[in-house]
């Protein structure tokens, strides 16, 4: 006697599984530009490596008899997979099924899938589409009753972002319990012109009287310069790409070896541009990403949150195919003061290679924080006090590099100041409690009222000054450690990269 029918059925519940929501729904997910979840697990993924877990669960309809008849599978689906070689746990929202919501959601397989994550130390990527399980008004009558609210499993979401890469691909109207999927995130990636991001949708939002469509309320050009989302793509097999150079970084969990990667980058490679490119006229910006592109291994840097948050840039890179976590000023965007933004990005930056143990490279230039009545309504000091903070509490390895300014409380987030100082500096190096220019004025006000040429005594003075505030003078006290040829940086961020993580 064999199992030769059960087999058939276990076999027929697994193609109906495979329609999703069947040929209609399909087809319309395709029209507007998206790929149905299958398609997208089978894109991200290692061409053949998904194995779904819990495939069949959905909701079944039967005949009198109790034969199966019909089959609504759940809007869920999740597995295992490779990225890379490396094992994953990969999620993916079927909007087909029902819009994602509520009444056709098995809330026990998003727990599960969190939890095996968490469990199994792997990797978290979620393809969040529609409202990720979250409710609708319509189930209220389905159920008779009402609930206060919950969220299953989020508590495994917190013990995730604790202990495993966590990513979030956006890629439809994305809302309520999804958007949170979405925030809930080490890494997260909207998809332009397809992908937004609400609390709740216009049509709930209309309520308030407002008249938005889903791009105008929620769309990528908005989440990706306020910080909720990292980074715009073109399409999806764009943001497949980025989530796959993501992970490329990190390990697999908090506290597992990072992996180096083959380096055909000659470490003692100099670069004759940067002697040249921070202009000696202090009030002209130069590019930083240049620099970061002639010091780090070539074609290595994976720049995240390019949209807000302007005045720095975060990125990991690879040192002698060492990952690091890079932390630089970027003076073309307000000279690089540190803005409320600012300051929370480059917070949230220094905890992420914190908690996976990224050395951080940090190239300073920070004229201070942004001042003003918009910076004060910003509590840009707050924000900059938690950055700073972040960067006193992070035991990560940590490098800096003082490319031109440092000025003040926000000057001092270079590093802390109470560990070793593994530091260089260049010759363009500008540092101060605050810049004298500006200053001059208020400090000698008697002595210029008291010459016969004011404005020849105001250049006699500012000569004087530049020369007390010259780099070399702080290297002889032996308050900076190191002025370096800036060709070097190159070498000795690898000698610094190969002593922290290659022994």
Known sequence: MSWKRELDELNKRQKLAEQMGGKDKVARQKAKGKLTARQR????????????????????????????????????????????????????DDFTVRGGAADAAIHRKFVMAEKMAHDMRLPLLRMIDGTGGGGSVKSLEDMGFTYVPFLPGWEDVVKNLETVPVVALALGPTAGLGAARAVASHYSVMVKGVSQ???????VVAALGEDHD????????????NGAIDDEVASEAEAFAKVRGFLSYLPDYAGAPL?????????????????????????KAYNMRRIIEYVMDKDSVFEMGRRWGRGVITAFARLDGWPVAVLAGDPTYLG???????????????????QFGLPVIHLVDNPGFMIGLEAEKAATIRRGVEALNAIYKAKTPWASVIIRKAYGVAGAAMSDHTRFQYRFAWPSGDWGSLPIDGGVEVAYKSELEASDNPAAKLVEIKDRLTKVTSPFRTAEKFLVEDIIDPRQTRALLCEFTQLVLGR
């Open 259 to 283: 992996t180096r990667v083959e380096n055909s980058d000659p470490v003692d490679r100099t670069e004759e541009k940067l002697l040249s490119i921070v202009p000696r006229d202090k009030s």
């Open 41 to 92: 697990l089978d894109q991200l993924l290692d061409r053949g490596t998904f194995r779904e877990i819990g495939k069949i669960a959905g909701s079944g309809q039967y005949d009198d008899k109790g034969d199966l008849e019909g089959f609504t599978a759940s809007n869920f689906i999740f597995g295992k997979g490779l990225i890379n070689a490396r094992p994953v746990v990969a999620t993916a």
């Open 336 to 354: 690089g003061s540190w803005t409320a933004s600012t300051a929370e990005k480059a917070k949230r930056f220094v905890e992420l290679a914190e």
């Open 214 to 225: 889903n791009e105008g309320l929620g769309g990528s050009d908005i989440h990706t310069r």
């Open 197 to 203: 991001l609400f609390t709740a949708g216009p049509k």
